[in-house]
Structures are given as C-alpha cells and as structure tokens.
C-alpha cells in the first residue's frame, strides 16, 4: 500500500504540471491586457508599458510560466491584478466556505443517493423502484442554478422558511446544499441501483440468505460492500464537479466562495487570481482520486493496486 501511494503520487506530478500549463494559457489567450487594467482605459501608453515591465508581461510566455510555476510550488501566486493584495490572501478568505459547500452537498449526495439506490436495488420493477428513478432522472437534469432559483422562490419568498442569500446559519445553508448535491444524488443514486443489482443475485448473496443472515445484513454486509468501489468512483468524480459547479450555485446564491471568485476575476482579467484559484481546485481534485483509490483497496482486498 505505501508503495501505490508513493506511486500515485509521483504520478500525480505530470499531471499537476499539465493543469499549470492549460490553466497558463488559456488566460494568456484571453483578450484583455492587464496592465490596461490596472492603469484605466485612458492611461497613456508610457504607465501602461511601465505596468507591463513590472509585472513581466513583456517576458517571453515560457518565461512567465517557469516564473509563475517556481512561485505556485512555494504557494506564491502574485498578487491581484485589481486590488494589488496577495492571491493568496484571496483565496484563504474564500476557500473555506466553498469547501463547506461542496462537502455538505457531498454527504447531502451520498446520504439519498445510497438510500434511494438500495431501495430501488432491493423493490426492483416495483412502484418504490420506478418512482425513484424517474425522481433521479428529474434531478439529474434539471439545471442547478435553475433548481437554486426555484427553491429560493418557493421556500424563501412564497414560504418564508429559509434565507434566500448568504453562507453560516441554518437557514441560509439548506437550499444551497440542496441545489448543488440534487444532480450529485441522482447519478450516486442510479450507480448503486445498477451495481447492487449485478451483485444482489450472486451465489454468495444466496448462500447467506440461506444460513439464516437476517435481510439487513445481507444487503448492508455483503451485497453493498461489494456494489460501492463503481459508486466509489462516482463519489470521487462528484465531489471534484462540487467544487466546479459551486461557481453557479454561488451566484444564485450570493455566497462569497471560490467560484465566484473566479467568476469575478475572470470578467476583470484578473489572471494571477483566476490561475491560482484554477490550480487549488485541481489540486484538491487529484487528491481525492488518489484517495478514491486507496478505498478500492480498503473495500476489497482483491483489487490489485500494481
């Protein structure tokens, strides 16, 4: 195990590198001059040069990016564009809370997507069965900042239950939870369903059932168990999608998270926040994969980690 671990790790570098350099220059792509930026619209061409001669933008781009590259590995990411305050800083103030977002929409996800998988496994071709699945179908396509809008509307304007804006209490985490985990709870929830019904009708399954294992345990124990490492991958792949997806759940409801954030900074051309936003993102993403995989292990001794 520890030398799979070090293995996934090492392989996690040239990919790690591959999202430095996209993330690069697909900013650099962008129209937009920064220096414009900072300078105004009607500053004369000598401070906009002097701007782009301080921030090196007149350096080679393999220049810039081995420069930027050297910093992000010491979590330097520069400094905004906009406001001259560190990346850093920037994005500390507004991890946190995108990353509470996405882990509670995640447990939210996993909680009634097993539910209502299993349920649907166990009464399969029945009512409970057809209801649920159609139920999943429905979260799975609706449009979550469409969802978000809906239950503003009806559980923060029509009944005054929850708060229709902001990220702390109660009343203003629910419906932002719900609308980011209802896409995640429907694929969660049609990956148990199929992988519990390759395995609920196998030999071992039966033979438990005939020494007597009470139902529970046979669907808990045995059948679930070997049905999580697909619905494992899934779980992995969502949450990695959470913190993406966050950027529009945010919006509609005005959470001061990462995905705004960088919603923001790109529209200002704000390159150094977007590109260190981008890269936390996909760091913490290749480290759930790793984690994802070392639960294959964890859930069947048989999965060969070579």
Known sequence: MTKFIIRRLLQLIPVLLGVTVLVFSLMHLTPGNPAVIM???????????AIEARLGLNDPLYEQYFRFLGNAVQ???????????????????RFMI???????????????GLLAGIISAVRKYTFEDVAMMVVALFGLSMPNFWLGLMLIQWFAIEIPIFKPT???????????????????AAIIARM??????????????RTARA???????VILRHALKNAMIPVITVIGIQFGSFLAGSVLTESVFAINGLGRLI?????QRDFPVVQGAILVIAVIFVIVNLIVDISYRLLNKRVDLN
């Open 39 to 49: 300078a105004g619209e009607s500053a004369p061409e000598a401070t906009v040069k």
């Open 75 to 93: 979590l330097d990411f520069g400094s905004s564009i906009r406001d001259n305050i560190p990346v850093f800083n920037h994005i500390s103030a």
């Open 98 to 112: 995108t990353l509470e977002l996405s882990v509670m929409a995640m447990i939210f996800s996993i909680f009634w």
């Open 166 to 184: 902001g990220w702390g209490s109660l009343e203003q985490n629910v419906l932002p939870v719900i609308t980011l985990g209802t896409a995640g």
């Open 192 to 205: 148990t369903r199929s992988s519990m019904l390759d395995v609920i009708d196998q030999d071992y399954i």
């Open 211 to 217: 020494k007597g294992v009470k139902e529970g345990s």
């Open 263 to 267: 919603i923001d900074s790109i529209l």
